[in-house]
């Protein structure tokens, strides 16, 4: 073996080593959380002492914590389908056809996804106090719609370009209107990506924290700021039940969409 063939295999153990070491620190905190949360004991740290679900079943009797997560709930269903069917509006526009400012439209769809949360938390919340506009849980759900918009375009906008248009042309050849040829063609064949959009827009507004924080009502909370104030009072071990909690909603939703999404992909060829 030649020495530069050993210096390879070197470098490769050592990109290799020091990606282990990046995803355990990346992962490592996740996992101190969830093993946390079955620690029997009122402290939350190690040793642990035992294992048990009274967290849990604590965090089910916690008032606060079950109002914020169904103002949570709502804002990011009403967020996901507002998202979706705007859109698939958009998308369809933005691909099928061609409008004087067409760059200008795509442009501001998908400037929010660019511009960092707290700028656009601040901006936000100086033009409502400018309007002299107060805090209302439906300019909340707003703010949720503007930030989460854009991810739900460039998926369906992805997706609906791998669509070709002899389909939809063919079925209109046929006697078909654009209504009947977009529900029985084009409808079916974004469905994947209409369902992973919609799980995605709703993982991330059910786990926005910056921006809420500025644009919700006064004694309103959401599960994220929920968490952060009771982070101000104490570390209790509810606290790694309901971030246990929020792991699996913000982490599983998007594995499902991912799943579904081949699924329903496989399903329509």
């Known amino acids: 073996m030649t020495g530069a063939a050993v210096d390879k295999g070197l470098g490769w153990r050592a990109v290799q ?3 282990v070491l990046v995803y355990i620190f990346m992962f490592a905190p996740i996992l101190v959380v969830v093993v946390l949360s079955f620690n029997d004991s009122q402290f939350g740290g190690f040793p642990m002492t035992g294992l048990s679900f009274r967290w849990y079943h604590k965090l089910m009797d916690n008032e606060p914590v079950l109002r914020a997560f169904q103002t949570s709930l709502w804002v990011a269903l009403v967020t996901a389908v507002v998202c979706s069917v705007l859109g698939i509006l958009g998308a369809l526009a933005l691909v099928r056809y061609d409008f004087p400012g067409k760059e200008w439209v795509n442009t501001i769809l998908v400037a929010p ?3 960092p949360e707290t700028v656009l938390g601040v901006g936000l919340l100086l033009l409502m106090r400018w309007a002299e506009q107060p805090r209302t849980l439906w300019l909340l759900v707003l703010g949720h719609i503007m930030l989460a918009l854009p991810y739900v375009v460039l998926v369906v906008q992805a997706r609906l370009i791998g669509i070709k248009r002899i389909y ?14 977009f529900r029985e063609i084009t409808l079916p064949l974004l469905m994947p990506a209409i369902v992973a959009s919609l799980l995605l827009v709703f993982t991330i507004s059910f786990d926005n924290i910056t921006a809420s924080m500025f644009w919700r009502p006064s004694g309103v909370e959401t599960m994220p700021t929920q968490i952060l104030s009771m982070l101000k009072v104490s570390i209790s071990p509810e606290i790694n039940a309901l971030g246990t909690l929020m792991i699996v909603v913000t982490v599983g939703l998007p594995l499902l969409g991912g799943w579904l999404a081949r699924y329903l992909a496989r399903s329509v060829r």
Not at 168 to 181: D, I, K, P, Q, Y
């Open 17 to 19: 080593a020091f990606t």
């Open 113 to 115: 996804a660019l511009v």
């Open 168 to 181: 939809e042309e063919a079925a209109m050849s046929l006697g078909a209107n654009r209504f009947h040829t």
